[in-house]
C-alpha cells in the first residue's frame, strides 16, 4: 500500500507544481503570445519543428498575469497537455475532420490516414494533422493553442483542449488576441505564409481517376472550349504511368506527353500530373535502382528496407528525413516538368499502404535524418511525410521553373504544409451528406491555416445523381480549391454528363466563379499575407455574436460576401442588411441550385468579365457591386499582379482602392491606384448598385472618378 500511495502523493505533487510554477524556459516570442515546456521536455526528441518556420527569440517572460496556463502531466506511457476552457467557448481548428464546424465534443486522432469515405474511425480520424484549436471566447476575444508535436496524438475537446500524445513530453503554444482574426494573423506569422499561387489554380479544375487514353483527354478539353464551359486545368490521375511507377508514362495510353501538354496548353488549359511516393520495387526501373542505389528507403525495425503494398505491388518508400534523399526526389521532376506538366498532385502521401489494418507503415519503421533532423521512428515523422514530400517536390519545381509559382497538391498534411501546397478533403462520397460537409471541413482546415482547399466536387465515390450534381457545382464553384473529380468505376462526372439542365447550371455556376476572380484572388493575396482565410465562417462578420457561432450551412467569401445554399434552413443572419446580387445574370431566388450570394452593406466589390479561362483574364474593365450603407458609404479593393511569378515579391502588383459616398441623391464612385509598382491600363467601370428599390446599372465609364445619379 506504501508504494501505492507513495505514488499517487507523487503524482499529486507533480501536477500542483506543474501548474503552479513556470518551466525556466518559458517565454514570449511575440505580443501575446507564449511558449511553455514541459519540465522533462527533450530537445533532441522535439525539434526542430515542423509547424513553426524558425525558433522564435524570447521578447520576455510571460507575465504573472497570463490567464492561459497550460498543464503538463503524464499518464501511463501518455504525455499530456491540458488547457482548460471556460463555458461558452467556441472550438474550432484542429485541421481536417469530419462532424460540425464548432468542434466542441470532439475526439480527434491525429495520425495521417487514408480514409475512404470517411467511413473508418468515424471519420475523425483522416489525411492530416493539424495539432491546433482555434477557441472563441463569448466576448469574441480569441486564442489559440499549438501543441508543437509531431509524434501520433489524440486531441480531446470538452471543458478543456488536451492533447495526448504516444511520444515524448512536447511543448505548446498559446496565443492570446482581442478576435480570432489576430489569433488567425499571429498564427500565419509563427507557422508561416502561402505564397501566391498561380492565378490559373484559382480556375475550375476537371479530374477523374483516370481519364485516358489521350484521345479521351483531348475529347474532354475540347468539350469544355465548344459547350464554353469555363476550366483552366486537366489532371491526370494514377492510370498515365506505366504499371503505376512514378515518373513514367505508359507508352500505350499516352505516347507522347509533351504533345497531349502542348495540344491543352493551345487551348489554354493547365495540366497537373500525379506523382505517389510508394516505389514499386522493381530491378530494372530507373526510379528504384537509384534510389536503392543511394540507399533513400525506410527501414524497418531490423535495419532492413521496409517493404509494402501500394498500387504497383510491393513498394518501398524515400525517407525524406534524409537530405540526400531529399535531393534524390526533388531532382526526378526536371525530367518530368520538361514534359510540359505545369502542376503536381501528390496523393497517398500519409502514407497510404495496402493489406494491413494499420493502413500505413509501422510505427518502429526507421527513418535516419541527417543534418538537421535526428533520425527517429515512424511514430515521430508519420505525421509529416507528406508534407516533408511536397516541400521537396515543391523545390524540386522551382529548381525546373524559377519564375513561375509551383501548384502542388497534397493529400497528407500537417500543421504548417500549406506553405508547400493546396490541398482538398480526400475521398469523400457522392451523397447529400458529404456535400453539406464540405463547409465545415473547408472553413475548419482554413481555420487552421490550410486555406487553400477544397472538397471533391459531385462526391468521389459512386454515382452522383443529377440533382446532387447540379447542388455540388454551384456551391462547389465558391470552394477556394474548386475541382471536380470523379472514382473509378463512377459515372461520368463532367457538367455536361448530367443534361442540358445541369450543364446548363455548371456553366452558370463556373461564371459566376470566373467573375468573381478579381474579387478572389484579392482575397488568396489577404488570406496569403495575413492568415485570414479565403473562406470564413459565418460568425466572422459579428465576433461577438454567439448566435452565428454554429453556423455553417452558410459561410462568407472574404468579408464582403455571404454565400448560401439552396438547402440551408434559416441560417443565422449577422446584422445589418445584407444584398442579393447578380454576378453572371443570374436570379438566385428563381434558381433551384445556385446559392444566393450576398453583400454586406458599406461593400464594394470588383467583378471581372466572363472568361473561358484564366488567361483571358484581365481587371481592364470591371463591374463595381456596390451596397451603400446607412451613410451612404461604402468601399472595396482589388489585388492585381501578374497572375505568376515571384514578380508581386518586389513590387510588381498593384492594390486599387474603391469607394462611394452619397450626398444629394448623387453617389459618387472613385477608384484610384493606391499602392504597388504595377503599372495598370486605365480602367473602364461599371456600376450595379444595390438599393433597397433594386439595382441601378451605370453604363460604362472611364475612371477614375463616376458620378452616378440616383433618386
Ligand atoms: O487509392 O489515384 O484520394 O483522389 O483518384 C486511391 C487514385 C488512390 C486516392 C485519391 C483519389 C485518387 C485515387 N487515389
Given amino acids: 500500500m506504501t508504494r501505492n500511495f507513495l505514488s499517487f502523493i507523487l503524482l499529486f505533487l507533480t501536477l500542483t507544481v506543474a501548474s503552479e510554477a513556470k518551466d525556466q524556459r518559458d517565454k514570449l516570442i511575440a505580443r501575446q503570445v507564449a511558449v511553455f515546456y514541459p519540465s522533462d521536455f527533450d530537445s533532441v526528441a522535439n525539434m526542430p519543428s515542423f509547424a513553426l518556420i524558425k525558433e522564435f527569440p524570447a521578447i520576455g517572460k510571460v507575465p504573472d498575469s497570463w490567464k492561459l496556463n497550460p498543464v503538463f502531466f503524464h499518464s501511463g506511457k501518455y504525455s499530456c497537455v491540458s488547457l482548460p476552457v471556460k463555458k461558452g467557448t467556441s472550438l474550432y481548428g484542429s485541421g481536417e475532420t469530419t462532424g460540425s464546424l464548432l468542434r466542441n465534443g470532439n475526439d480527434i486522432t491525429l495520425w495521417n490516414t487514408d480514409n475512404f469515405n470517411y467511413a473508418g474511425f468515424d471519420g475523425k480520424q483522416l489525411y492530416q494533422s493539424h495539432p491546433w484549436v482555434l477557441g472563441v471566447n463569448v466576448d469574441g476575444t480569441a486564442f489559440g493553442i499549438i501543441a508543437d508535436n509531431t509524434w501520433k496524438q489524440k486531441l480531446i475537446l470538452n471543458d478543456s483542449i488536451k492533447f495526448i500524445s504516444e511520444g515524448p513530453a512536447f511543448r505548446v503554444i498559446v496565443i492570446q488576441k482581442d478576435s480570432p482574426q489576430a489569433v488567425l494573423t499571429a498564427l500565419s506569422e509563427l507557422v508561416g505564409k502561402m505564397d501566391l499561387p498561380p492565378l490559373w489554380s484559382l480556375g475550375y479544375q476537371q479530374c477523374r481517376y483516370s481519364y485516358f487514353p489521350d484521345s479521351r483527354v483531348k475529347q474532354i478539353a475540347d468539350e469544355f472550349r465548344n459547350r464554353k464551359i469555363p476550366c483552366d486545368v486537366i489532371w491526370f490521375d494514377i492510370d498515365y504511368m506505366d504499371k503505376f511507377k512514378v515518373f513514367t508514362f505508359d507508352k500505350n495510353i499516352f505516347p507522347d506527353p509533351k504533345g497531349l501538354n502542348d495540344y491543352l496548353h493551345d487551348r489554354s488549359f493547365k495540366t497537373i500530373w500525379m506523382i505517389d511516393p510508394g516505389i514499386k520495387a522493381e530491378e530494372g526501373y530507373m526510379v528504384y535502382d537509384s534510389g536503392s542505389k543511394g540507399n ?3 527501414k524497418d525495425k531490423n535495419g532492413k528496407d521496409f517493404v509494402g503494398k501500394v498500387w504497383p505491388g510491393d513498394c518501398k518508400f524515400p525517407d525524406f528525413t534524409r537530405p540526400q534523399t531529399q535531393k534524390w526526389w526533388s531532382d526526378f521532376y526536371k525530367d518530368f516538368m520538361a514534359t510540359g506538366i505545369d502542376g503536381v498532385w501528390n496523393d497517398m502521401n500519409e502514407p497510404s499502404v495496402f493489406e494491413v489494418d494499420s493502413k500505413t507503415m509501422p510505427i518502429d519503421n526507421q527513418h535516419r535524418g541527417g543534418e538537421l533532423l535526428p533520425p527517429g521512428p515512424h511514430l515521430r515523422y508519420h505525421n509529416v511525410y507528406g508534407m516533408l514530400m511536397i516541400k521537396f517536390s515543391r523545390e524540386g519545381i522551382l529548381k525546373v521553373h524559377p519564375d513561375k509559382r509551383p501548384f502542388i497538391l497534397s493529400r497528407s498534411g500537417y500543421l504548417g504544409s500549406h506553405r508547400y501546397g493546396a490541398t482538398w478533403t480526400g475521398d469523400n462520397m457522392a451523397s447529400t451528406d458529404h456535400l453539406r460537409l464540405s463547409i465545415p471541413m473547408s472553413l475548419n482546415l482554413g481555420l487552421s491555416g490550410q486555406f487553400f482547399n477544397g472538397a471533391d466536387i459531385g462526391g468521389f465515390a459512386e454515382n452522383t445523381t443529377p440533382e446532387l450534381f447540379g447542388q455540388w457545382i454551384a456551391l462547389g464553384v465558391f470552394y477556394p480549391f ?9 459515372n461520368d462526372k463532367e457538367p ?3 443534361g442540358p439542365e445541369i450543364e446548363k447550371v455548371s456553366q452558370m455556376a463556373l461564371n459566376r466563379r470566373y467573375r468573381l476572380l478579381p474579387y478572389l484572388y484579392t482575397l488568396f493575396q489577404e488570406a496569403s499575407s495575413t492568415g485570414v482565410p479565403v473562406m470564413r465562417p459565418i460568425f466572422f462578420a459579428d465576433i461577438k455574436d454567439t448566435t452565428l457561432r454554429r453556423e455553417e450551412q452558410s459561410f462568407l467569401l472574404g468579408k464582403d460576401l455571404m454565400v448560401i445554399p439552396k438547402w440551408a434552413k434559416n441560417p443565422a443572419m449577422p446584422k445589418g442588411i445584407w444584398r442579393n446580387i447578380s454576378i453572371a445574370g443570374e436570379n438566385s431566388q428563381n434558381d433551384q441550385y445556385q446559392p444566393d450570394v450576398k453583400i454586406r452593406e458599406g461593400a464594394i466589390v470588383p467583378v471581372g468579365k466572363c472568361i473561358q479561362n484564366t488567361t483571358e483574364y484581365s481587371t481592364d474593365s470591371l463591374t463595381l457591386i456596390i451596397s451603400t450603407n446607412a451613410n451612404g458609404f461604402a468601399e472595396g479593393r482589388l489585388y492585381e499582379d501578374a497572375g505568376d511569378g515571384f514578380g508581386y515579391k518586389r513590387g510588381q502588383y498593384a492594390f486599387w482602392t474603391f469607394s462611394a459616398s452619397t450626398k444629394s441623391g448623387v453617389v459618387t464612385v472613385k477608384a484610384r491606384k493606391s ?26 465609364k472611364k475612371g477614375p472618378v463616376l458620378n452616378i445619379k440616383f433618386r
Fill in 482 to 490: 474548386s475541382r471536380g473529380h470523379a472514382c473509378k468505376g463512377s
Fill in 296 to 298: 533513400h528507403w525506410i
Fill in 675 to 700: 499602392e504597388g509598382r504595377l503599372s495598370s491600363k486605365p480602367k473602364m467601370f461599371k456600376v450595379m448598385l444595390y438599393t433597397k428599390n433594386g439595382v441601378i446599372e451605370s453604363s460604362w
Fill in 496 to 498: 455536361w454528363a448530367f
